[in-house]
C-alpha cells in the first residue's frame, strides 16, 4: 500500500521519504518502448538494432548471454552514450535502434527511460528481461562462447 517508504537519517531525528522504485519503474514503463523478447530478435536480425545487455558481468558469467548483444554496465551507460564523456563509445552514434536488456526488465526500463531523457530517439527495452528471454526459449550461449563470439 506504501508508494513511498520511510527512512531514518543516520544522524538526526528527521525523516526522508524514499520513492519506490516500483513505481519509478511503472511511470518509466509508461513512457518507453516496452517490447518483447520476440520483438527484440526481430528488429535485431531485421532492422540492424544493437541488443545491449546491461546486466552485471557476474550475471552474465552465471546465466549466459544473448548472442551478438553488447555488453554495457549499467553504472557507465550515460558516459558511454554521452557525446562529451570521456568514456563515450562510438557505437552508440551509430543510426540504429538500441535495445536494453537486464534480468528481469526493471533496469533496463529505467535505463531506457534515463537514455530517452539524454536524447536518444531509438532506444527501448526487454520487457520480460533476460529471464523473459530465457522462458521464451531463445537462443543464449555461455558467457565464454559469447565473449569469443564477440569479436568476430
Given at each position: 500500500?506504501?508508494?513511498?517508504?520511510?527512512?531514518?537519517?543516520?544522524?538526526?531525528?528527521?525523516?526522508?521519504?524514499?520513492?519506490?522504485?516500483?513505481?519509478?519503474?511503472?511511470?518509466?514503463?509508461?513512457?518507453?518502448?516496452?517490447?518483447?523478447?520476440?520483438?527484440?530478435s526481430?528488429?535485431?536480425?531485421?532492422?540492424?538494432?544493437?541488443?545491449?545487455?546491461i546486466?552485471?558481468?557476474?550475471?552474465?558469467?552465471?546465466?549466459?548471454?544473448?548472442?551478438?548483444?553488447?555488453?554495457?554496465?549499467?553504472?557507465?551507460?550515460?558516459?558511454?552514450?554521452?557525446?562529451?564523456?570521456p568514456?563515450?563509445?562510438?557505437?552508440?552514434g551509430?543510426?540504429?535502434?538500441?535495445?536494453?536488456?537486464?534480468?528481469?526488465?526493471?533496469?533496463?526500463?529505467?535505463?531506457?527511460?534515463?537514455?530517452?531523457?539524454?536524447?536518444?530517439?531509438?532506444?527501448?527495452?526487454?520487457?520480460?528481461?533476460f529471464?523473459?528471454?530465457?522462458?521464451?526459449?531463445?537462443?543464449?550461449?555461455?558467457y565464454?562462447?559469447?565473449?569469443?563470439n564477440?569479436?568476430?
Amino acid at each position: 500500500t506504501g508508494e513511498k517508504f520511510v527512512a531514518s537519517k543516520p544522524f538526526g531525528d528527521s525523516t526522508m521519504a524514499i520513492e519506490s522504485v516500483k513505481k519509478m519503474v511503472e511511470a518509466a514503463k509508461a513512457e518507453i518502448d516496452n517490447i518483447s523478447p520476440e520483438e527484440a530478435s526481430r528488429r535485431a536480425a531485421d532492422e540492424g538494432a544493437l541488443i545491449v545487455d546491461i546486466r552485471d558481468v557476474r550475471e552474465m558469467q552465471r546465466d549466459g548471454a544473448i548472442p551478438g548483444a553488447m555488453h554495457a554496465p549499467r553504472g557507465m551507460l550515460e558516459f558511454w552514450v554521452s557525446p562529451d564523456s570521456p568514456y563515450t563509445k562510438e557505437v552508440f552514434g551509430e543510426d540504429r535502434e538500441f535495445i536494453l536488456c537486464c534480468a528481469g526488465g526493471m533496469r533496463s526500463a529505467l535505463s531506457t527511460k534515463t537514455l530517452k531523457d539524454m536524447g536518444m530517439e531509438r532506444i527501448s527495452h526487454i520487457e520480460t528481461g533476460f529471464g523473459g528471454w530465457q522462458a521464451d526459449e531463445m537462443p543464449i550461449e555461455s558467457y565464454e562462447d559469447w565473449k569469443a563470439n564477440r569479436s568476430k
